[in-house]
């Protein structure tokens, strides 16, 4: 498929606008395959007669899946075009779901959520679109890619509650089919839309709030830089991962029942549209690094309230809370990438970045249910999320301190 060539007037114009609103409906609809291993968590675990921490494996494939392959997929979009890896992504939903309704084992469902729905699926609709929708806006990009980010929340929120009516309908598996067929033709037609190379492309770097593009970003090398970002990648979302994965699970032990914890889980992820708008606008008035610092210290506050407060109304509450506090925070990497890293490298580089915020979502899913199978309970497994969100507070804040300092000329020993 080869992509239309990019015209630098089309910065923030209304092309890309309308672009936008393509990008927001294909990543609403690859976010089905992040949100669908929630739900189905208590049926699967029920089918397969496995431990809570077994039945988080599909989930924890999915997410490491899910961030090695929007890696690939950023480098296959800054080489070809974001409709590429789209394409290759529709196909992927499609044999994904279908191969995890024929499975016949757990290890085999985890195994078809892990190498079709993250790797060669879901993937594709999120770090590529979040680094293509970075490179068609200038004055505007934080609230642009914050609108592209909400895409993924606005998944979660329709995802779940229309997934756990068809579970209750006609149960689980019948539910993957019916995902199979929407998922990859919705996928295929929208990415037809998407075509066009963006428009950065064609410009040179160009500084925002006195902010620009280097090849040494926060005073380090490109490397340094990178695997900082990573690290706060990967703490943030292994906190992340407790409510949003386990919140199901969590109203079930409590006697609430799994359409409860579901409705605090579309609750949760609609709260964090609004914060991802918000984020979005403080982004363009802040940057990109101080609007995460600020999300990250909101959501530590929101898993404390978690330990304290169980009954039915305080978790609504501290759900709608979560989701409020930690919406922009993925989002902030993709703009701190785009202000600080060559532009030509956003796809690639923002996809290494979101592939360790995947591997933590990976990671804390997984940990939350072993503490939980461990101790009984899950205030252990809300203290260990606190626990690495305060390791991604202590790296934002470290790299935003260096951009404070005056800037100096890089040694000549030093290497990218």
Known sequence: ????????????????????????????????????????????????????????????????????????????????????????????????????ALSGSVWLFALAHGLLIGLLGSSATFSPLLADTSLWFVRRRGIAVAVCASGNYLGGALWPPIIQHFVESV??????????VFCSLAMLGLAQLMRQRPPALALAPVTVR??????????????????????????????????????????????????RGAEML????????????ISG????????????LLGSALQTVALLLFIPFDSMASLYLISAMFGLFQGGIVPSYAIIVREHFPAAEAGARVGTVIMFTMVGMALGGWMSGKVFDLTGSYNAAFLNGITWNLLNFAVVFFLLRRTLRPARKPAAADAA
């Open 1 to 100: 498929m080869r992509a239309l060539p990019a015209s630098a007037d089309l910065i923030d114009s209304a092309t890309a606008w309308r672009r936008l609103l393509v990008t927001l409906a294909l990543m609403t609809v690859g976010a089905a395959g992040m949100y669908v291993v929630p739900v189905v968590l208590p049926a699967v675990q029920a089918d397969f007669g496995v431990a809570r921490a077994d039945a988080s494996l599909p989930y924890t494939l999915l997410m490491v899946g899910f961030g090695i392959g929007g890696m690939l997929m950023g480098r296959l979009a800054d080489r070809f075009g974001v409709a590429m890896p789209l394409s290759v992504g529709a196909i992927g939903m499609g044999l994904g779901f279908g191969a995890a």
């Open 266 to 277: 579309s609750l949760m992820l609609a709260c964090g549209i609004v914060s991802r708008l």
């Open 210 to 259: 006195g902010v620009a593009a280097s090849d040494r970003p926060f005073g380090l090398t490109l490397g340094q830089a990178q695997a900082l970002l990573c690290v706060a990648g990967l703490s943030c979302c292994v906190a992340m991962s407790m409510p949003q994965v386990h919140i199901v699970a969590y109203c079930s032990d409590l006697g609430f029942g799994a359409a």
């Open 281 to 292: 606008a403080i982004c363009d008035r802040i940057g990109g690094l101080r609007t995460l």
């Open 171 to 180: 149960g689980w598996r019948q539910t993957y089919w019916g995902l199979a």
